[in-house]
Nanobody, 116 residues
Framework: QVRLGESGGGSVQAGESLRLSCEAS?????????ESWFRQAPEKERERVAG???????TYVNSVKGRFTISQGGTKRTLILKMNSLKPEDTAMYYC?????????WGRGTQVTVSS
């Protein structure tokens, strides 16, 4: 069973930075997984913010391009989201997602709040 745990959220001012980290449980091969960060703001649908597919393809939602950077640890057990130039509209609960074959795994989320 894959378990995901996020950390690094917090409350910041607009323009500041945060670094989110997602750690996956040991004992599993993650090389074939697509790994992503999603976010969900109150009364809004969950959206995929950034992802790294198993073939290494990286994608970002348009609203974060140039500000957010997604990366992985060497074993692909760790997924990082570096967020720069944060805006109030980035305020949301951020979730780590690993899609391994037909299985979707989610963390419990970490809250990011950006004030103007």
């Amino acid at each position: 069973q894959v378990r995901l745990g996020e950390s690094g959220g917090g409350s910041v001012q607009a323009g500041e930075s945060l670094r989110l980290s997602c750690e996956a449980s040991d004992g599993y091969y993650y090389g074939s997984c697509d790994e992503s960060w999603f976010r969900q703001a109150p009364e809004k649908e969950r959206e995929r913010v950034a992802g790294i597919d198993s073939d290494g393809t990286i994608t970002y939602v348009n609203s974060v391009k140039g500000r957010f950077t997604i990366s992985q640890g060497g074993t692909k057990r760790t997924l990082i989201l570096k967020m720069n130039s944060l805006k109030p509209e980035d305020t949301a609960m951020y979730y780590c997602n690993f899609r391994c074959g037909r299985q979707d795994y989610w963390g419990r989320g970490t809250q990011v709040t950006v004030s103007s």
